[in-house]
């Protein structure tokens, strides 16, 4: 798999998409990527959590450590052509 395209390397140049991320046992965050690094660790911003009966409560700047995330979903629309 080329460099670029690894899946670690899309989402560290995701920042400004909007994600979802779903955590261990507590349910998901929507939200804008500031920023994320190598170890999956996330800032979201305009952030919302979530669970399965809706919308639990809306946060402004959050910090997700990447040793609780199940998995990111990007928003394709947001990403650069070619990722």
């Known amino acids: ?6 899946p670690l390397n ?3 140049k995701s ?3 909007n994600v979802e991320i779903a955590l261990k046992g507590r349910g998901s965050y929507r939200g804008k990527l500031v920023r994320a690094d190598g170890y999956m660790n996330m800032i979201l911003k ?20 990447g040793n ?3 998995y990111v979903v990007i928003d394709p ?3 650069a052509p070619g990722e």
């Open 10 to 12: 899309v989402l560290m």
């Open 15 to 17: 920042n400004g998409s």
């Open 68 to 70: 609780n995330v199940v």
């Open 77 to 79: 629309k947001t990403l």
């Open 46 to 65: 305009d952030s919302k959590e979530y669970d399965k009966t809706g919308l639990v409560a809306k946060y402004g700047d959050i910090f997700i450590r």
């Open 1 to 6: 798999m080329e460099r670029r395209k690894k």
